[in-house]
């Protein structure tokens, strides 16, 4: 890869990504919108460029000169459409015009499974969307925006739809470092999860290898929520997993929305965050992976989860949301 930049690098997956670009002897640009979280970066050799997607005019200098784009940044808690629209959707859509004016060659988006409905069975290839979120639905609305844009200015797109990834860094583990996770449903529901060096070597290799389409991708090996708490507890016995009956926390969101607004604070307890604990989003495993001829260095959450502890006694870490600084 030539010059790359990435958007969203003082996020959780952003970060992994930028470790791994330096890991591998890379100078990568890195677009930065809150000053005070670059101090994160300190430890990288990078070029860090002040931006914001609601600001199109910033992003030209971020994409001069610049072959490949990978683009993390964006609002990316649950909440309704209204409120992530400006970033991930009329933001992305920005970032990408202002790569076609610069000659971007390659430009690789994260989305998320949630442009999926409930499933039956595992997410394919061919799996019909069908968003039922906010946050859904204006991932689904940026990924065809930007192909279409892509196609016309002959950029190689790839949008790579992301499962339930974590990490020491996760604000899930956050929580985790508390001795308690609050859990709104039964936690039986089934679904896919991505330690996050693994998601970040997926993003790495499709921008490598300049792989172009739309996919899904996960570990080998779909788990519960109770399953997946379950495997944290038996490293952790002071964790606690707080189950809440579903129709509670919803209300109980509902009820905290407008309280929420008034203040302006992003919050990760919204009603789009309990509907989306209580899908059913399996994969089917080795999706993009066999297309890349790689393998998950976690492939279940029995190798992840153990990794994502030893991680949690190293760093402490600040997720965007928790961040009351500007």
């Known amino acids: ?31 930065v919108r809150r000053p005070l979280r670059a101090a994160m970066l300190n430890g990288f050799r990078a070029q860090l460029v002040q931006g914001d997607l609601e600001r199109a005019p910033s992003l030209v200098r971020a994409v001069e ?19 992530v629209q400006p970033t991930i959707v009329g933001g992305s859509i920005a970032l990408m015009a202002a790569a076609i004016a ?43 925006a930007l192909s279409e844009l892509a196609e016309r200015a002959g950029i190689t797109f790839a949008a790579i739809r992301l499962p339930h990834v974590y990490g020491g860094r996760d604000l899930m583990f956050e929580q985790v470092r508390h001795g308690r996770v609050f859990f709104p ?3 039986r529901n089934l679904f896919a999860h991505l330690h996050v060096q693994d998601a970040a070597r997926i993003l790495l290799a499709v921008a490598e290898k300049r792989w172009s389409g739309s996919q899904p991708v996960a570990d080998d090996l779909a788990a519960n ?25 919803s209300l109980g969101t509902h009820l905290l929305t407008p309280f929420r607004r008034l203040r302006g604070v992003p919050s990760v ?6 509907a989306r604990w209580n899908l059913s989003l399996p994969v089917t495993p080795g999706l993009l992976w066999n297309e890349l001829d790689l393998k998950p260095t976690y492939p279940t959450i029995y ?13 402490r870490w600040i997720h965007p949301i928790a961040d009351k600084k500007a």
């Open 102 to 144: 610069a000659g971007v060659k390659h430009f690789v988006f994260s989305i998320s499974l949630l442009v999926y409905d409930n499933q039956k069975g595992p997410i394919d290839a061919v799996t019909a969307t069908n968003p039922k979120s906010g946050y859904g639905r204006a991932k689904l609305e940026t990924e065809r």
């Open 225 to 249: 929520w109770n399953e997946f708490f379950g495997e944290i507890r038996k490293y952790y016995p002071r964790f606690r997993q707080i189950g809440v009956p579903r129709h509670l926390a």
């Open 303 to 315: 190798q992840g989860i153990p990794a994502a502890l030893d991680e949690c006694i190293s760093f």
């Open 185 to 187: 449903g039964n936690g």
């Open 65 to 83: 000169g610049v072959d490949t784009i990978i683009h993390l940044g964006a609002r990316a808690i649950f909440e309704e459409y209204a409120l």
């Open 1 to 31: 890869m030539n010059q790359i930049l990435v958007t969203g690098a003082t996020g959780f997956i952003g970060y992994e990504v930028v470790r791994q670009l330096c890991e591998r002897g890379l100078r990568p640009r890195l677009l």
């Open 269 to 274: 307890y919204t009603p789009e965050a309990v």
